[in-house]
Each structure stands twice: as structure tokens, then as C-alpha cells.
């Protein structure tokens, strides 16, 4: 549990009053990286000795699997009786993503739920927004939600969403104004203490170019083809959106970010758990059990990866170096396959746009039923 080691060097900083970015802890000399809300709310991990915290994180994380895991139905249209709830959080534990946030300690459950929870509430209701403000506010990524609110005219709960972020920093400006500058002047483009970004567990599309180009650091060659990913992305979640609700746009908007940020740890694919969900849902059943296998095959972890190795994988290895970013790319080529062929389906109409992501039980877009296919640490 490295990461929750950290947590808690980070609210030790608080306490102490000590330089927030200027530590390192763990035999990997690990920094902190989340803006200075996120170690204002780490200060009750100090509160307990390491024992005790670890325990209470694993228990903590198993909840929250559970809870992902149900809102996961929530999004797609299902209920979750308990024994299936149950049966289903166990299954999930051996998805790699899963279990390495167990086993690092991470809040990535934490983050993926107070997202998905405020964006499948129904519209209009009670400060929708502020749970995805407060979710950027603590590890940034969860942003690239606000510009899907806004893009898909949910003025309101953008509105909220923004207050709510800019909320977060302004309190950890009241706690910690000096870090609050370093932060955000200087150490939010410090990449390089997050970490190497062309190790494998780097699964971001810079990770995946670093690796294939034999390049530390990939420059423009990442640059360019993010930016275009990031647009790319938003306009098929969009229009994932106007044809058939929140379902596909929420796991475009997720899977685009976890593809254009400059390090998306193996963790971080945590949003694993909803597509499963979705697919299984929309009786996807093979294409589920495709997507399970990745996600439990741990092939980047089966690799020479010690020292620099990771650089110089032959190029039959390089998809198993990279098979969570190559099924992202692969996710959104579907998408934009199957809303091509929906478009062409309906001639002169504009399909409707559903309330909530549990209007239509039975969807068929983004990927169409003849189609097979289908952040900062």
C-alpha cells in the first residue's frame, strides 16, 4: 500500500506545516502529486496507526467496489439484487485494476463513484454537479466531465460542477496558500514526479507511443495525436449522447481521458467495471467476456520490464505492453463504426435524446447490434 503511504505523508504535511511537494516516502521515494485539497483531506489518515489504516482502506476499497458495481447497473439501466451485487463484487475483484488499487491502496473506487453516482442522478436534481467538482478537485482527471456537461447543453450542472472544483482549490488555498502556488504554478506540469511515463505500467497513450517509438519522452509525437484523440472523443460521447443518453457518452468521456493523460497508471482503469456492466446489459455477451479477459490477463505485468527494458520490447510484444489503451482506441473506432451506421439507418430523423441513462432499456447505440466491435497517481 505505497500510495496510501503517501496519503498519509501528505497529511502529515498538513499538520506539520511542512513543504507539501518536497518529501519523498517508500523505498520508491514516492512525492505527492494531488492538488492541496486532496492532502487537507488526507489529514484523519494520520489519526490511526499504518496497521489499522491499511486495514480500514482495504474494507473501505471492498465497499466501494460493491458500490461502483451497483451504480454501474444504475447506468446501465439495471438493478442490482444483493446476491447478484455480491456475486459480482467478488468476480470484479480479479479485474488488474481492481486489484491493484486494493493492493496500492489507491482512491481510484473513490474518485470512479463520486463521478458516476452524481452523473446518473436524474436531471435536475439537488446540486448535481458538486460530487463530480469535488472528485476534479482531489485528482484533476475527473474534469474532462464538466466539458462533457457543457458540451451536452447541461449548463446547470456544469455550473456546478465548476464552482464546486474551483471550491476545492480556494480551500486549499485557505489551508495551504504556499502549496496552493507551488501547485499550480509548478508542480501540476511536472509530470516526471508522477512517475516514467514509457514503463508499462503507464497506460496512456503516451505510455503506448513511448514504448513503440523507443522514446522516453515522445514529445509532439504524444502531443498531437492527444489533442486530436481528445476531440475526437468528446464529439463520438456527444453524439453517443444525443442518440441514446448517458450510457456510451459516460464511458467515452471516462475511457477518452484515461487514453490522452499523460500517465494513467493500470489502476486507473478502475471504469472497466461499468463497461462490463453496459455490455452485459446490452447482452454483449462475447465482446464482455473479450474486455473481462483483458482485463484480468495482466499482460503488461508478464513482460521483461526491469530497468529500461520496457523501452526495447520487440513489436510482438508491444500489444500485450499496452492492451488497456489499444481497447480504448479500439472502443471508440466502434463507436464511431456503429454511430455511422445508425446515422444512415435514419435518414432525415434525429434520434431522441433520453432523460436519464436509464430511460431506454434496450439501446443500440454506440455500438450497433450487426457491429462486433464494440490520470496522475
Known sequence: MADLLVYRAEGEAVVHGSDLYGFTVTEWRLPATYPPFAAVLFVPTTWIPVPALKAAFLAGNALLLACLVALSARLAGRTAPLPALCTATALALWLE???????????????????????????????????????????LTPAIFIAYLLLTARRKEASVATASFAGTALLGALFLPAATVDFWTRRLFETGRVGKAWIVDNQSLQGLIARVTGTEAPGLAWALPAAVLAATGLWLAIRAHRADGDRWGILLTAFTALLISPISWSHHWVWCVPLLAVLLAETRTALALTAAALFTARTMWLLPHQGDRDLHLPWWQQPCAAPYPLLGLALLAGTAVALRRHSRALPGTQPSVPSTSSARPEPSVPSARSSSASTIR
Do not use: E, H, S, Y
Open 97 to 139: 485494476p481492481v486489484f491493484q488499487t486494493l493492493l496500492f491502496g489507491q482512491i481510484n473506487l473513490a474518485i470512479a463513484c463520486l463521478v458516476l453516482w452524481d452523473l446518473t442522478r436524474p436531471p435536475g436534481a439537488r446540486a448535481k454537479g458538486l460530487a463530480l467538482g469535488i472528485a476534479a478537485g482531489v485528482k
